[in-house]
């Protein structure tokens, strides 16, 4: 009769299944199966003499070529390896969970800024739904198999999933820099076609401000607020676009902003989240007075409207609020949302001829990012084709042109 293979479960099972349980084949195929790398054991009569035993093997093929030998041989103690002795624990093994937590702990060593911080933190945790999905404990059961398996799973735009793949890129080289993984399983994906293409940033065009402003002017006085939360108005958002247009602050800056750490005079200091210099910039009287006068309603956090000071909370906030705003607004060229009122900086800017170098330090980016991505509002790029273009073709032949004759 043929010996029958089952797996018996250890201690520290990585599937966390009971000690001294028993599974089959058949019942770790079934979906959600939690894997590991318990032995298989074998059991049945051989000679007249029935046995249980180790195969030695944690892999169904594997144990069942051990079981086939001692068959073969009608002898439990035939000449096949003996494996009553379960081999050392390799310790270069390492769960998801502690390899995943390594690496959130590398990059926030590195100091890299909280928004970046959070989409780790994202892909780690996508990472681990789908290991759970497939039954995984250990780092080194992802396959390069699974790599496209998880990278299909993805519902980001173009440019989210080149980054969100860069992340993954990114952990795996951290894995097997520690020799977590025997080789890179990630090599082979490749970002979206069009990804690298730069995305047009899009501002609000003047007569989209203008509708703006008068759809802050239709929500009128203050709405009664809920408990622990201050008044809102038109006004209020009115105040909070115009900050944001004419300094180009994040919603998240403009949100948090305080007037004491952040307005002297007539300059405003932001923070380069991306080049980490300091700056002013400067606002008109008439927007200082405007923003003092909020300070003395409201206190130095002029913009918070409810208890929390955590800057996600607040910024949500002010987004929920700015959405409507919007809807009566519109309709507007592109979806319109709060960082575009970033982009109307920079365009403003370069309409007016600013270098392109200034601008770039006014929003803490490069001049490479700003004429790759504002190209079109660039006064000087679009100067430097057209006069291009004249003497390319000046002196190119011109054919003799006739009149066209009107249609009866």
């Given amino acids: 009769m043929a010996l029958k293979l089952y797996r018996r479960h250890r201690k520290e099972c990585e599937g966390r299944h009971a000690e001294d349980s028993r599974t089959g084949e058949f019942e770790e195929g079934r979906r959600g199966w939690k894997r590991c790398a318990c032995l298989i054991h074998a059991s049945g009569s051989l000679a007249g003499k029935f046995t249980r035993k180790q195969t030695g093997k944690s892999n169904w093929d594997e144990a069942r070529a051990v079981a086939a030998q001692w068959e073969a041989a009608r002898s439990w103690e035939s000449s096949a390896p003996e494996f009553s002795i379960a081999p050392p624990k390799d310790e270069t093994r390492i769960t998801i969970e502690d390899a995943t937590q390594s690496f959130v702990a590398s990059c926030s060593n590195r100091g890299i800024a909280v928004p970046t911080l959070k989409k780790y933190k994202t892909f780690v945790k996508q990472l681990k739904a789908y290991c759970d999905m497939r039954g995984y404990m250990m780092l080194d059961q992802l396959t390069v198999a699974d790599m496209d398996r998880f990278y299909a799973t993805w519902k980001d735009g173009k440019r989210a999933k080149a980054k969100k793949l860069d992340r993954l890129k990114s952990f795996i080289r951290f894995a097997l820099k520690r020799k977590w993984i025997a ?199 679009q100067a430097r084709l057209t006069n291009i273009l004249k003497e390319a073709f000046s002196d190119k032949p011109r054919p003799k042109l006739i009149a066209m004759p009107r249609s009866s």
């Avoid at 949500?316 to 705003?325: F, G, I, N, P």
């Avoid at 575009?340 to 600013?354: A, N, P």
Wanted: with cysteine; aromatic share 8%.
């Fill in 183 to 381: 080789e890179n399983i990630a090599e082979d994906l490749r970002p979206p076609e069009g990804s690298s293409l730069p995305a047009s940033k899009m501002p609000f065009t003047d007569a989209e401000l203008t509708r703006i402003y008068a759809a802050c002017d239709l929500l009128g006085a203050p709405k009664p607020p809920g408990p622990g939360h201050r008044p809102w108005s038109g006004e209020d958002a009115k105040d909070f676009i115009l900050l944001s247009v004419y300094t180009g602050l994040r919603i998240s800056d403009v949100a948090t902003f305080n007037v004491h750490e952040r307005l002297k005079g007539n300059d405003v200091f932001l923070r380069m989240h991306k080049t980490g210099k300091e700056l002013h910039t400067w606002i008109p009287d008439w927007l200082v007075a405007r923003l003092h006068a909020r300070q003395e309603q409201h206190g130095p956090l002029i913009f918070r409207t409810g208890n929390s000071t955590v800057m996600r909370t607040m910024a949500d906030m002010w987004r929920e609020k700015l959405a409507k705003v919007f809807k009566l607004g519109g309709p507007f060229q592109e979806p319109p949302t709060p960082h575009r009122f970033r982009h109307t900086f920079v365009r403003i800017l370069l309409e007016k001829g600013i270098p392109v170098a200034d601008v770039a330090e006014l929003i803490g980016d490069t001049e490479e990012i700003v004429r790759r991505h504002y190209a079109r509002w660039v006064p000087e790029r």
